[in-house]
C-alpha cells in the first residue's frame, strides 16, 4: 500500500494533471476506506501510465477519428443516449473509464474493439483525454420530461452535490465524473447499471447511495442532472 | 581521427541503406502495360469486382501493394502479376494513381442508397456499427491513415466487407476493420456499397 502511495505521488508529482496524493492516515477506518477506494480506481499499469503522460491535444485528434463513429465529430455522442457525450468530460475521468474498460473492470463489449490496447496505446489515451476534455461542450443534449426537476433537486442536493457538484461539475482531481449536460438516457441507464450492479467500477459511495433509489428517483434524477449547466474542469496547460 | 573512421563508415551505411531494395521500373510504363489490364488506362476499372484506385490515397495504395508482395494480403488476381512489380516500384506507382482523377461511380437504386448513407453517417448504435465517416470522413474521401471509398464500384465494396467480415481479408489496422464488418449485415453491406458508389 504504501509503495503504491509513492509511486502515486511520485508519477503524479511529475505529471501534468499535477494532482495532488491524499496523505496516508494510520488507523483501521481509514485502511479500509483506502482498500475501498483502490479497489474502486487503482492507479497503477497504464492508467498509471496514462495519468503521468503529458497529453498531445493534436496527437488526440488523430486518435479520436476512429471514436468519431459512434461518439460523433463533435464529440457529442448521441442525443438519445446510446452513446455518450465526451466533449468536456474530465480528463481524469476519461482516463479512468477507458482504462477500466480495458481491463475489464466495466464490460463495454461493444467499445472494446475499437478501444483496445492494439488500437490505442497508454499515450493515446492521455493524447486523448487531453483532446476530449479541451473541447467545447456542444449545445445540444438528450432531456427528460421536465416533471419532477423540484423534487430531483432536493434529492440531487442532498445526496449527490458532495461528490457531484452543485451544478453537476464533478470533481476532477477526484475522477468523480462531470454529469452536467450529459444525455438523458445515458445517465438513466448508467445508473440503473451501477444501482444493479451490472457496471462494476464505481465509487463505493455512489453504490451505497443508489441503492436505495426506485428506478423513478433515478429517471427523475437523471432528468435534472441533463439539464445542469457548469463550466468543464480543465489542465491549466493551454491545449 | 578515430572520429574520422567513425563518420566515413557512417556514411557508407547511410548510402548503402537508402539504396533502393530493387531497381524501379517507370511506373508509367508499368501501370499502361500490367496495371491497366484490370485497373484501366487512368485507375479507373471498369469491371465492377476490380476497384477504382484512381485519387485513392498514396499511403493505402503503398500499403496494399507492399502487402500483396509480402502475402499478407491476399487475391488471386493480384497473385498473378506479383512477379511483375517489386518493392522499388510501388511508391512510384502509388504516387501515379493517387494523382489521377476518380470517376464517379452509379448509384442503381436511390432507396437502397438512402439507407446506405444512414449507416454511413451514424452506423448503427443498436449492434455497434460505427460511421464510417468516422474514419473514412465525411464524403469517404480518406486520409493519411483511412482509404478513400468515395465513387468505389458497389460489388468490390461488398466483397471486401465480407471478406473482412469472414476473415479472408485480415490486413486491416489493428482489427478495426474486421470488428466492424462483423457486425454488418448482408443487407447493411449493400446498402452502404450503394451509397459509397454515389459519394464524389
Redesign the interface.
Known sequence: MKNYVLALSIALGISSLALAAEPVTKGSKQATLEQAEAAWNPIEGEKLIALSAKGDYLRGEITYEVCRGCHRPDANGRVDGKYPRLAGQHDTVLIKQLTDIRAGRRGNPKMLPFADDHVINAQEIADLAKYLSHLPIPANNGKGEGAYLERAAKIYDADCAECHGKNGEGIREKFYPRVASQHFAYLENNMLAIRDGKRMNSYPKMVEVIKKYKDKDITLLADYMSRQQSEPQRDPQPR | MKQKHWLWLMLVAGLVMSMPSAQAADPKELAATVCIACHGPDGNSLAPTFPKIAGQQPGYIEKQLNEFLSGKRKNDVMATFLDKFNKGDVPGLAALYAAQKPAPGTVEDAKLAAAGKKLFDE?N??S?V??????HLEKGEG?D??PRLAGQHQAYTIQQIADFKSGKRSNDK???MR?VAERMTEDEMKAVAEYIAGLQ
Open positions: 452506423g448504435p443498436d455497434g460505427p460511421g464510417c465517416m468516422g474514419c486520409n491513415r483511412y489493428a482489427k478495426v470488428s
